[in-house]
């Protein structure tokens, strides 16, 4: 047995209950502008996709951040992961996805990102960590405190569900 990136489990939520005290948490500090338009792909094919939650997992990191892994799913089917660890800091953030960044395999976009008055408030990087095909493309970005990842088998959903992130 090894020693796993989260070594405390403290509870499976109800996805409904725990998404809304979540996301009344995360949108105060969200002012995220979405870089996804910046992506070579197109979003016509999935018009009319919605997101719900079905299930939410709480822990700790073996860096003592909380964190939520979630699943969503898409009104056609496919799931999102989403996961977000709340670091504490700007810098604890920044320096999860430095040591995220540099366990991949190939890093297709980086970006800085910026709240409406154009100040940073963080960064976006779009990786994969497979090393065989299909290489599953993975959407990892910090705000402020907060680290985040999603990921799904369909990478215009992965972008779609980080396009209407702030609204969910």
Known sequence: MGSPKTFALIGISSA??????????????LSYQ???????????????????PKSALDGLTKEHFRFSSETWEASDGVPVFLRREYCGSTKNAESALRQTEKTA????????????????TGRRIVATFDKEPPQQRVILWTNGQMFYSVESSSFRHALLFEKMFGSL
Do not use: D, H
């Open 34 to 52: 979405n870089p996804s338009s910046n992506s070579n792909v197109t979003y016509t094919e999935l018009k009319g996709v919605r997101f719900e």
């Open 105 to 120: 395999l190939e890093i297709f976009e980086t970006q800085t990102l910026r709240n409406r008055n154009r100040e940073t």
């Open 16 to 29: 409904l209950c725990f998404m809304s005290w979540n996301n009344a948490k995360t949108k105060q500090g």
